[in-house]
């Protein structure tokens, strides 16, 4: 742990008790966090312990996480009685928060609906052909449309069920990097499922996940999950007493193909519109205001400039335009979220240092040089090692030389005006 002087009066914040590594179990099922597979984060026992620290376990402070994925911090939150908002721009992401924060156990399994009858050519322009059967897909659709008349709590449940069904099946998609999702090349590979069998994995889902949320516990927190950008955050200037969130790191992860499956069985395309996908933070794609002016710290410029430099193809090109466009997303948000802060407010955020080649990313120096321009004094920074990273699995990335990688907690508090 690196501990830094206090750049305001916060000796409380030495007084709190340890706070372990945010580092999710292999397999981890509190908070309902096995409900849904959402990249990276954090564990939900240690995101309720870090927010009643922070917090002193007043229920009034208000909590935001910008980056909410999954919900783990307002489902934290919740369940120590805070009022919190979830922003994430992944409408997948949403839909498992509001399950897990949101739904109450208020309805029943949905029976099979009727089987329609889907056109061949609508079928096969739904983004679900893909990967499935014309018949498959027109069967999935009749599932979807049977949730439009029935209420927020069992939509949601439906279309989650669904999300895990369709995950499920078309596991053979998934390559070694657990982020990239292929189609198929040919009829051939399409999943062709017959209804009844689909009727009955849906059903067994729906199932599963009312009985999870029965037993699960719920707080008196009150909770708005909101699709919406880290850089345009619908919240009111100075609202906020506490952040905890983890961005998207600076890996390459695109975010939008990793879901892909999710957001077909919501209508979205993200193969072939890529609209979405573009606007998700760390997307891989390059959009056209890529070469809008923002003012970078020291330390963002110094990367910047190694990965121009750097000797490997397209570094000056391409890998320079994403670098930019990653590091202005991130500038952006912290201006978000400097604005809706209240003075005196606490930011804790997880975050992990990689690797563009064999040149480091050092991610949480980037994030305190960002913080401390906009008025945060650093409180405390806790170092983890991290064993595990995304590039052992890329064969090109291994053949360049790194040290080991640290994910930190680092944690803030916005000094008065």
């Not at 996940?209 to 029965?214: A, E, N, Q, Y």
């Amino acid at each position: 742990m690196v501990q830094l002087p206090l750049p305001v009066s916060s000796d409380d914040f030495l007084d709190r008790p340890r706070i372990l590594s945010p580092k999710r179990p292999p397999v981890e099922t509190a908070g309902l966090a096995d409900i849904f597979p959402y990249y990276a984060g954090f564990a939900f026992d240690w995101a309720c312990k870090q927010l009643h620290a922070q917090s002193n376990g007043d229920p009034e402070k208000v909590v935001l996480d910008p980056w909410n994925g999954s919900g783990t911090t307002t489902l934290a939150a919740q369940s120590d009685g805070h009022p919190s908002f979830g922003i994430d721009r992944n409408p997948v992401a949403n839909l498992v928060a509001q399950l897990r924060c949101q739904v109450r156990v208020t309805g029943n399994v949905l029976l099979p609906p009727r089987r329609s009858r889907t056109s061949g050519k609508k079928a096969a322009q739904d983004a679900l052909s893909n990967w499935f059967s014309l018949a498959s897909v027109a069967r999935i659709r009749d599932w979807t449309r049977s949730f439009q008349g029935e209420s927020l709590e069992a939509r949601i449940v439906g279309t989650v069920s669904i999300f895990r069904v369709v995950r499920s099946v078309t596991e053979r998609f998934e390559g070694s990097n657990p982020t990239w999702v292929k189609r198929a090349k040919s009829d051939d590979e399409l999943l062709d499922i017959s209804p009844d069998d689909l009727d009955s994995l849906i059903l067994a889902e729906q199932e599963d996940l009312w009985g999870r949320l029965m037993s699960a516990p719920r707080g008196a927190g009150r909770t708005s999950i909101v699709t919406a950008s880290s850089d345009r955050l619908p919240i009111a200037d100075d609202s906020v007493d506490l952040i905890l969130t983890s961005p998207p790191y600076l890996t390459r992860i695109d975010y939008g193909v990793a879901y892909c499956r999710e957001l077909a069985v919501l209508g979205i395309d993200v193969l072939s519109n890529r609209d979405l996908r573009a606007d998700l933070m760390g997307t891989t794609l390059i959009r056209g205001d890529a070469a809008s002016q923002f003012k970078p710290g020291k330390i963002a410029c110094d990367l910047m400039h190694r990965v121009s430099s750097h000797s490997s193809k397209a570094s000056g090109g391409y890998y320079l335009k994403q670098t930019r466009q990653y590091l202005r997303d991130l500038s952006a948000g912290f201006d978000e979220m400097t604005r809706v802060v209240k003075p005196g407010g606490t930011l804790c955020m997880v975050v992990q240092d990689s690797y563009y080649k064999d040149e480091p990313v050092p991610l949480a120096d980037i994030c305190i040089d960002e913080a401390e321009v906009r008025g945060w004094g650093l409180v405390l920074n806790e170092q983890f090692p991290v064993k595990r990273t995304l590039t052992t699995l890329n064969k090109s990335a291994r053949e360049y030389k790194k040290a080991q990688v640290s994910e930190s907690v680092i944690t803030f508090s916005l000094r008065s005006a």
